[in-house]
C-alpha cells in the first residue's frame, strides 16, 4: 500500500482482554484480500482467555454502572475524538485489511465515530417513568438499568461501524462489552481498543478477544454473567447463536441477512433511480446486509432503465482500494468469487442476458467484474439468495400489487428501497413492504440518528437512534407501599 501508518502502535498484533495487551500462544495470519499479501498475525484465543475476559468485565461493571451518564459520555466523545484524529490511519488499516477503497474507508471511520457522539449524547438521557397507581398508598416507578456484561460478535465488511454501533450504547448506558471481531478485519478493531484505552475507558469495560469463533462464541453465549450478545453476520450464524443463547436465557440483537428488492416504477425519476442503484448496489462491492439485491422495473421504464445502468455501472473503477479513483475493491475472500461465480452462471442458464460484467475481473484473485444481468427471472439462486458481490439482476414487472407480492415473498425483510413519484402510490408501497427501513427515492440511507434493524429472519433489535440504548437496558419496576 502506497501510505504508511503515521502512528504504528495503532496496528496491534495483540488482543486487548482485561485492560491487558496479550499475544496468545498460537496465532492467525491476516492477509490483504486485494493483493494476498501478510498483513500481519493476531492471538488465536479461545475459550479460557474469554472467560478471563468477562470475568474482568464483570468485576468492572460495578464502577461503571455507578458513574453519571455524562460521565461516561465524556469518555466517549474522547474516544470519537481520537477517532477522527486518526481518520487516515484507521481508513489506511481498514483499506487493507477489507480492500474498501481509501474514501470509503474515510468515510466510514466517521460513521463509526457519530455512533459515539450520539451515544455519548444519549448517556443522559436514560429516562424512566412514573405510573400512577390504581391504590392510593402506592407509588410506582419505572426506572431503566445497565443490563449487565455485553458481548458482540461483529462482521468484516464494516470493521469500525459495527463495532462503535453496539460498544456506544453499551458503555452509555453503564454496561462493560467484549467484542469479537471478524477473523478477516481485527486490526481494524484492535486499534479501536488502542484508542479506548487512550481515551481512559477502564480496561475491562471494552475488550476485544480475537480468535476461533466458535469457541469465543460458545463460551460468550453460554456463560451465565454474559447477559447480551449482539451479532451482526450472516442468517445461519445468528440462527446458530441464538440457539446458543436460549439455555442462558440472553437478550438479543440480530441484525442477519437481507434480500433488499429495489423498485423503479413508471412514475421514477429515472436518473436519480440509476444513482441511487449505484450507491445502493456497488457501495463496498455489493458487500453491505442493505445492498440492493433484486431490481423491479416496471415494463415501460424496463429497456431504458437497464440500458442507463448498465452505462454507469461501465463508469465504475475496479482495483486496489489505495489507488486513486478506484470506486470498486475486491471481495473479502476465495469463496465470496465462488459464490458470485456461480449466482452468475445460474443466472445465465435460466436465460439472463449479461448488459456488462459477468466474469472474474483480471485486478486480482478476489476481483469481480461489476455486473448487470437483464431479464432477470424467479427461479434464479439471484432472486431468493442473498448475493453479497457486485452482481444486479433486474427482474421486469407491469403491475403495483404484483411487485409487491415479488418483493414480500422472502423470508428476509431488512432494507427495501422504491422510486415513485405519485403521492398515493407512495404510501400504499411503503405501507405494504415487509421491511424493517424503507428508502424511498434515494439508494442510501444509514446515519446514526435513524433505527437501524430488520424484521422476519433478517433479525431484531435496533442500532443507532434514540431506540439503540433500549438494547442494553432492563427496566425496573418499584412499587412503594404503605404511604
Ligand atoms: P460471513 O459468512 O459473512 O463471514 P458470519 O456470520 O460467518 O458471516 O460472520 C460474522 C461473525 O460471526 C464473524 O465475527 C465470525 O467470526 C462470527 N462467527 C462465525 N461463525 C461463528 C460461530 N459458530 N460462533 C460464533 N461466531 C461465529
Given at each position: 500500500p502506497p501510505l504508511a501508518l503515521r502512528d504504528q502502535s495503532l496496528l496491534r498484533e495483540s488482543a486487548y482482554v482485561a485492560g491487558a495487551w496479550t499475544q496468545g500462544e498460537a496465532r492467525f495470519a491476516v492477509k490483504?484480500?486485494?493483493?494476498?499479501?501478510l498483513i500481519g498475525h493476531v492471538p488465536l484465543l479461545g475459550a479460557a482467555e474469554t472467560r478471563h475476559a468477562i470475568e474482568s468485565a464483570a468485576a468492572a461493571f460495578a464502577d461503571w454502572r455507578k458513574r453519571s451518564g455524562r460521565e461516561r459520555g465524556a469518555l466517549l466523545l474522547r474516544w470519537r475524538d481520537l477517532i477522527l484524529e486518526n481518520t487516515e490511519d484507521l481508513a489506511w488499516i481498514m483499506t487493507t485489511e477489507q480492500g474498501k477503497p481509501l474514501a470509503e474507508a474515510r468515510g466510514e471511520v466517521g460513521y463509526a465515530a457519530s455512533f459515539l457522539e450520539w451515544f455519548a449524547e444519549e448517556a443522559k438521557r436514560v429516562y424512566g417513568e412514573t405510573v400512577p397507581s390504581p391504590l392510593s398508598d402506592r407509588r410506582l416507578i419505572v426506572s431503566r438499568e445497565p443490563i449487565g456484561v455485553c458481548a458482540a460478535i461483529t462482521p468484516w465488511n464494516f470493521p469500525l461501524a459495527m463495532i462503535t454501533r453496539k460498544a456506544g450504547p453499551a458503555l452509555a448506558v453503564g454496561c462493560p462489552m467484549i467484542v469479537k471481531p471478524a477473523e478477516a478485519t481485527p486490526f481494524s478493531a484492535l486499534a479501536l481498543a488502542v484508542l479506548a484505552e487512550r481515551a481512559g475507558i477502564p480496561g475491562g469495560v471494552f475488550q476485544v478477544v480475537t480468535g476461533d469463533p466458535r469457541a469465543i462464541g460458545g463460551e460468550l453465549t453460554s456463560n451465565?454473567?454474559?447477559?447480551k450478545l449482539s451479532f451482526t453476520g450472516s442468517t445461519q450464524t445468528g440462527k446458530l447463536l441464538y440457539a446458543q443463547c436460549a439455555p442462558t436465557v440472553k437478550k438479543l440483537s440480530l441484525e442477519l441477512g437481507g434480500n433488499a428488492p429495489y423498485i423503479v416504477f413508471d412514475d421514477a425519476d429515472l436518473d436519480a433511480a440509476v444513482t441511487g442503484a449505484i450507491a445502493s448496489k456497488f457501495r463496498n462491492s455489493g458487500q453491505t446486509c442493505v445492498c440492493a439485491n433484486r431490481f423491479y422495473v416496471q415494463d415501460k421504464i424496463y429497456d431504458a432503465f437497464a440500458e442507463k445502468f448498465a452505462q454507469a455501472v461501465n463508469k465504475l473503477v475496479v482495483g486496489e482500494g489505495f489507488a486513486p479513483g478506484v470506486t470498486q475493491g475486491p471481495l473479502i475472500n476465495a469463496a465470496a468469487i465462488a459464490r458470485v461465480t456461480a449466482h452468475v452462471a445460474d443466472a445465465v442458464e435460466k436465460g439472463g442476458r449479461i448488459l456488462t460484467g459477468g466474469a472474474p475481473h483480471p485486478a486480482g484473485a478476489n476481483f469481480f467484474a461489476p455486473t448487470v444481468i437483464a431479464d432477470?427471472?424467479?427461479?434464479?439462486?439471484v432472486a431468493k439468495e442473498e448475493i453479497f458481490g457486485p452482481v444486479a439482476p433486474v427482474f421486469r414487472f407491469s403491475d403495483e400489487a404484483e411487485v409487491i407480492r415479488l418483493a414480500n415473498d422472502t423470508e428476509y425483510g431488512l432494507a427495501a428501497y422504491f422510486f415513485a413519484r405519485d403521492l398515493a402510490r407512495v404510501w400504499r408501497v411503503a405501507e405494504a413492504l415487509e421491511y424493517g427501513m424503507v428508502a424511498i427515492n434515494t439508494g442510501a440511507f444509514s446515519n446514526e440518528v435513524a433505527p437501524f434493524g430488520g424484521v422476519k429472519q433478517s433479525g431484531f433489535g435496533r442500532e443507532g437512534?434514540?431506540?439503540?440504548v433500549d438494547e442494553y437496558l432492563v427496566v425496573k419496576m418499584l412499587a412503594m407501599a404503605g404511604l
Amino acid at each position: 500500500p502506497p501510505l504508511a501508518l503515521r502512528d504504528q502502535s495503532l496496528l496491534r498484533e495483540s488482543a486487548y482482554v482485561a485492560g491487558a495487551w496479550t499475544q496468545g500462544e498460537a496465532r492467525f495470519a491476516v492477509k490483504n484480500p486485494a493483493t494476498g499479501a501478510l498483513i500481519g498475525h493476531v492471538p488465536l484465543l479461545g475459550a479460557a482467555e474469554t472467560r478471563h475476559a468477562i470475568e474482568s468485565a464483570a468485576a468492572a461493571f460495578a464502577d461503571w454502572r455507578k458513574r453519571s451518564g455524562r460521565e461516561r459520555g465524556a469518555l466517549l466523545l474522547r474516544w470519537r475524538d481520537l477517532i477522527l484524529e486518526n481518520t487516515e490511519d484507521l481508513a489506511w488499516i481498514m483499506t487493507t485489511e477489507q480492500g474498501k477503497p481509501l474514501a470509503e474507508a474515510r468515510g466510514e471511520v466517521g460513521y463509526a465515530a457519530s455512533f459515539l457522539e450520539w451515544f455519548a449524547e444519549e448517556a443522559k438521557r436514560v429516562y424512566g417513568e412514573t405510573v400512577p397507581s390504581p391504590l392510593s398508598d402506592r407509588r410506582l416507578i419505572v426506572s431503566r438499568e445497565p443490563i449487565g456484561v455485553c458481548a458482540a460478535i461483529t462482521p468484516w465488511n464494516f470493521p469500525l461501524a459495527m463495532i462503535t454501533r453496539k460498544a456506544g450504547p453499551a458503555l452509555a448506558v453503564g454496561c462493560p462489552m467484549i467484542v469479537k471481531p471478524a477473523e478477516a478485519t481485527p486490526f481494524s478493531a484492535l486499534a479501536l481498543a488502542v484508542l479506548a484505552e487512550r481515551a481512559g475507558i477502564p480496561g475491562g469495560v471494552f475488550q476485544v478477544v480475537t480468535g476461533d469463533p466458535r469457541a469465543i462464541g460458545g463460551e460468550l453465549t453460554s456463560n451465565p454473567t454474559v447477559r447480551k450478545l449482539s451479532f451482526t453476520g450472516s442468517t445461519q450464524t445468528g440462527k446458530l447463536l441464538y440457539a446458543q443463547c436460549a439455555p442462558t436465557v440472553k437478550k438479543l440483537s440480530l441484525e442477519l441477512g437481507g434480500n433488499a428488492p429495489y423498485i423503479v416504477f413508471d412514475d421514477a425519476d429515472l436518473d436519480a433511480a440509476v444513482t441511487g442503484a449505484i450507491a445502493s448496489k456497488f457501495r463496498n462491492s455489493g458487500q453491505t446486509c442493505v445492498c440492493a439485491n433484486r431490481f423491479y422495473v416496471q415494463d415501460k421504464i424496463y429497456d431504458a432503465f437497464a440500458e442507463k445502468f448498465a452505462q454507469a455501472v461501465n463508469k465504475l473503477v475496479v482495483g486496489e482500494g489505495f489507488a486513486p479513483g478506484v470506486t470498486q475493491g475486491p471481495l473479502i475472500n476465495a469463496a465470496a468469487i465462488a459464490r458470485v461465480t456461480a449466482h452468475v452462471a445460474d443466472a445465465v442458464e435460466k436465460g439472463g442476458r449479461i448488459l456488462t460484467g459477468g466474469a472474474p475481473h483480471p485486478a486480482g484473485a478476489n476481483f469481480f467484474a461489476p455486473t448487470v444481468i437483464a431479464d432477470a427471472k424467479a427461479d434464479m439462486r439471484v432472486a431468493k439468495e442473498e448475493i453479497f458481490g457486485p452482481v444486479a439482476p433486474v427482474f421486469r414487472f407491469s403491475d403495483e400489487a404484483e411487485v409487491i407480492r415479488l418483493a414480500n415473498d422472502t423470508e428476509y425483510g431488512l432494507a427495501a428501497y422504491f422510486f415513485a413519484r405519485d403521492l398515493a402510490r407512495v404510501w400504499r408501497v411503503a405501507e405494504a413492504l415487509e421491511y424493517g427501513m424503507v428508502a424511498i427515492n434515494t439508494g442510501a440511507f444509514s446515519n446514526e440518528v435513524a433505527p437501524f434493524g430488520g424484521v422476519k429472519q433478517s433479525g431484531f433489535g435496533r442500532e443507532g437512534s434514540r431506540l439503540g440504548v433500549d438494547e442494553y437496558l432492563v427496566v425496573k419496576m418499584l412499587a412503594m407501599a404503605g404511604l
